[in-house]
Each structure stands twice: as C-alpha cells, then as structure tokens.
C-alpha cells in the first residue's frame, strides 16, 4: 500500500482571508457545510425542546 503524496499549498496570508465563508467558498465546500450546521442546530432544538418537557 503506498501513500500518494498531497501537493502542499503555500501558506495564505492573513490579508487574502477574510472570513471562513470565503475560504469555504473558495474551496467549493460553503453549501455542503453549511447543510450540516442546519442539520445540528435543528437536531439540538429538537433535543431541548425534548429535555425541557
């Protein structure tokens, strides 16, 4: 089995980032991450509306 090398980015610098948003965006991975964060905010007020009965 071998491993295949990742080519490694050059590091960012702090003025090319200005919000997770973006680098999400960026990397074509904002609408998928942002499906699951709904998905757990829905599913710990579900789990509270439940606990607090």
Excluded: C
Aim: charged fraction near 35%; aromatic fraction near 8%; avoid cysteine.
């Amino acid at each position: 089995m071998t491993k295949t090398k990742k080519k490694k980015k050059p590091p960012r610098s702090l003025a090319e980032l200005s919000t997770l948003d973006d680098f999400l965006k960026e990397q074509g991975t904002f609408e998928e991450f942002q499906a699951i964060a709904i998905e757990e905010v829905l599913a710990w007020q579900a789990a509270q509306s439940v606990k607090d009965k």
